[in-house]
């Protein structure tokens, strides 16, 4: 697939090294969709979305430099033109090129949520109002361009065989895809109990990061790092998800059909 928007250069960050070579894009995506696409991938959803095509991917510098978060944030405002035009069934993959080595994974997580929140900080749309703003409640979703997302990620340093892979990487789910395929509570926890089963086949045990529930909040799963009972979700939410004002108005959005 072809990249979705260019590194936007900023002194002092990677970006400074310009686009990815597609070379390079390539090769990461084609590593992906084999790990994916692998019979013992536990994700149901990843490798649907990986074998029909519904999906966007683009190869970023590093993650958590200035320039790469400003252009996954630029991609991502691209997809939320795609969800409108397609709808919900479409993600956005994001992979980075470092770092290589993220100390344990407490670290990555914290680098996630550090990354969440300069996209956050980024945003100049209002929270998604179908999602809670609080990352303790299960309608939360991370919100940005005005779309709610749920986070997966990869990478090098995983614990979860499903969740290792060389190149950090970020996946912007709707959380509405799920529930366009399995709209009744027990077709959804069917595919869910479906994904565990595969899971636990592969790991010996199923991730105890992910909610047991429907009632149970997603945001402590977004990582994908182990986290204790009592772990706060550090990500910092303007009053009520609300940008501040600004001096000029933004362009009008382009409606959904």
């Known amino acids: 697939m072809k990249p979705l928007s260019g590194e936007t250069s900023l002194p002092g960050s990677a970006a400074d090294a310009g686009?990815?070579?597609?070379?390079?894009?390539?090769?990461?995506?084609?590593?992906?969709r084999a790990l994916v696409?692998?019979?013992?991938?536990?994700?149901?959803?990843?490798r649907s979305a990986f074998r029909v095509g519904s999906y966007l991917f683009n190869v970023h510098h590093e993650l958590g430099a200035a320039g790469s978060t400003r252009s996954l944030a630029a991609d991502l405002r691209h997809f939320r033109e795609v969800r409108r035009r397609m709808g919900d069934l479409y993600t956005y993959v994001g992979s980075f090129l470092e770092p290589r080595v993220v100390g344990d994974e407490r670290d990555w997580d914290r680098l996630v949520w550090g990354v969440l929140q300069d996209l956050h900080d980024l945003d100049d749309e209002p929270w998604d109002v179908?999602?809670?703003?609080d990352p303790g409640r299960a309608d939360f979703a991370f919100s940005f361009a005005g779309?709610?997302?749920?986070?997966?990620?990869?990478?090098p340093g995983a614990s979860r065989y499903a969740r290792r892979f060389a190149w950090p990487t970020l996946i912007f789910n709707p959380p509405e895809q799920d529930r366009a395929k399995f709209p009744?509570?027990?077709?959804?926890?069917?595919?869910?109990?479906?994904?565990?089963?595969?899971?636990?086949?592969?790991q010996g045990s199923v991730n105890p990061s992910l909610p047991d529930t429907l009632d149970d909040p997603q945001a402590p799963g977004f990582s994908g790092a182990p986290v204790d009972p009592d772990w706060n979700c550090p990500l910092q939410i303007r009053d009520g998800g609300v940008p501040a004002r600004r001096e000029t108005a933004p362009g009008p959005i382009p409606s959904d059909r």
């Open 184 to 202: 009744s509570d027990e077709e959804f926890l069917r595919f869910q109990d479906k994904i565990r089963e595969r899971d636990a086949r592969l």
């Open 147 to 155: 779309l709610g997302h749920l986070v997966v990620t990869l990478y």
């Open 37 to 46: 696409l692998d019979g013992p991938f536990p994700c149901l959803g990843a």
């Open 19 to 32: 686009p990815v070579p597609d070379g390079v894009r390539r090769l990461v995506e084609a590593q992906l």
């Open 130 to 133: 179908r999602y809670s703003t």
